[in-house]
């Protein structure tokens, strides 16, 4: 396996040399992490689909994005191995070290190896129950678990599959999904195992960061049964390591048609009550939104309002991601793309400025 881990010397070099303008990098902990990172979510379990995350990949590495999400469970394992090809390839030749750029993955959801099997229930019991990874109890709606040793085993995983020896943030991802069947006071007791087992894991290099990635629990209401309240899991991981713990990065969907993370005060720090994303200003901690153009749903036909407070940009898509990455609070927006053409009109925006306050506002006010 590929060895290293991002640095801040490193992602500094690649801000340096890529041509981006000044504020396309963020900082955060002493490295520089693009304001646009490419997601590998969706697509076919197939050869052709394999080839093109490795083709969009390479491309957007060599564009200005060193931010690269994943999760085990997406398409079957192969984005995590596409990933690793294209990694390794442009490694080997001497275009990119693996130093520069900011990778993660997630552990939670229970995925198959390649494709769908004929026979899933066999699959899960000779992979999983026999080998004694996964207890008949540990498991929530068929599909979620985050015991530390399902998720030691699913790390190991997720570093053969990307070929990497240190993996620099690892989530654990959905851990609302446990709420459907657990207490409040049993899933904060699973977090906490989840915790100390990645804490180790930070430990033996295996992970250099560790977070949650969401897709409704940091969004809802404080009175929804799977509701995460930002600063109980915070303080989760610092109850198990102090002011030294490694849970820094969250991931939640924020986009022009769910803008809660900016606009709902449902988090509540220090007694005051406030924005996810100010939340997480104030805990010290990075946000990556997931879902930048709702799956291509916010690519075409927005409103021209849009064309008027974020100027200079070609395509819907574009201003889409401009409103996510101008958002003040957002790190890192996330957008999958599996085709070099969408890539290389998304990495327009490395050439752009995020949009100021002064002309972001104004959409809020003008509706």
């Not at 990119?96 to 939670?108: D, S």
């Not at 991802?173 to 977090?191: C, G, M, S, W, Y």
């Amino acid at each position: 396996m590929i060895a290293g881990y991002a640095t801040p010397e490193a992602t500094d070099a690649y801000r340096r040399r890529v041509g981006a303008v000044p504020e396309h990098f963020r900082a955060f902990g002493g490295y520089w992490l693009a304001s646009l990172g490419i997601g590998t979510y969706l697509g076919d379990e197939d050869p052709a689909t394999d080839e093109q995350y490795r083709d969009a990949v390479m491309r957007a590495l060599e564009l200005g994005l060193n931010v690269v999400d994943t999760a085990v469970n997406y398409r079957h394992q192969r984005s995590e191995r596409a990933i690793g090809q294209a990694l390794s390839a442009l490694i080997t030749k001497g275009a990119l070290r693996r130093q520069e750029l900011v990778v993660a993955t997630k552990g939670g959801f229970i995925p198959f190896d390649g494709s769908l099997p004929r026979n899933p229930g066999a699959y899960f019991t000779e992979t999983y129950l026999r080998p004694g990874i996964i207890g008949p109890d540990d498991v929530v709606g068929g599909i979620h678990c985050m015991t530390p040793r399902y998720l030691a085993d699913q790390l190991e995983r997720s570093r053969r599959n990307l070929g990497l020896e240190t993996l620099d943030i690892y989530y654990v991802h959905n851990p609302e999904t446990q709420l459907q069947e657990v207490d409040r006071a049993e899933f904060l007791k699973r977090i906490r195992d989840a915790f100390t087992f990645l804490e180790s894991a930070v430990g033996e290099g295996k992970i250099g960061l560790y977070g949650t990635a969401t897709w409704n629990g940091y969004r809802q209401h404080p009175s929804a049964r799977d509701y995460l309240a930002l600063a109980e899991i915070e303080k989760a991981a610092r109850d198990i390591a102090g002011d030294t713990h490694h849970f820094r990065v969250i991931q939640l969907p924020y986009n022009l048609a769910m803008a809660e993370a900016f606009t709902h005060s449902n988090q509540t720090v220090d007694g005051e009550a406030v924005s996810l994303l100010e939340a997480a200003r104030r805990l010290g901690i990075y946000v990556t939104t997931s879902a930048s153009i709702y799956q291509g749903q916010l690519s075409r036909n927005l409103p021209a309002v849009l064309d008027e407070h974020l100027p200079g940009l070609a395509t819907d898509a574009q201003r889409a991601i401009q409103f996510v990455r101008s958002t003040p609070g957002v790190g890192t927006a996330l957008v999958g793309m599996k085709r070099v053409a969408h890539v290389e009109e998304n990495a327009a925006l490395v050439k752009v400025a995020p949009a100021p306050w002064s002309e972001f506002q104004k959409l809020f006010k003008e509706g």
